[in-house]
């Protein structure tokens, strides 16, 4: 099992920056993708960014250029970086992790973004 503890979710006005942070714990060994989906209420939860062990990265359309993913792999944690934040950036932030081709889900961490 792997277990997800989300941070750093808040509000901020529009054009302001946020950073939000997911680590891991438990069986961390074999992580592989790490990332970040986005969900608003009666929407589906769509994918915001992603990066492999190696540091791969995606992006969704709507974000590239303003948001930035890394990770910390000694400490398994990821990171997303928001700039020049809008309105409809507003959601709840999900972190996600992939091990042996399980994805374990955090609870969720709200970004609310004012104009």
Do not use: H
């Amino acid at each position: 099992q792997v277990q997800l503890v989300e941070s750093g979710g808040g509000l901020v006005q529009a054009g302001g920056s946020l950073r939000i942070t997911c680590a891991a714990s438990g069986s961390i060994f074999s992580i592989n993708a790490m990332g970040w989906y986005r969900q608003a209420p009666g929407k589906q939860r769509e994918l915001v960014a992603a990066i492999t062990t190696g540091g791969s990265t995606n992006y969704a359309d709507s974000v590239k250029g303003r948001f930035t993913i890394s990770r910390d792999n000694a400490v398994s944690t990821v990171y997303l970086q928001m700039n020049s934040l809008k309105p409809e950036d507003t959601d709840v932030y999900y972190c996600y992790v992939n091990r042996a081709g399980i994805s374990y889900w955090g609870k969720g961490t709200l970004v609310t973004v004012s104009s």
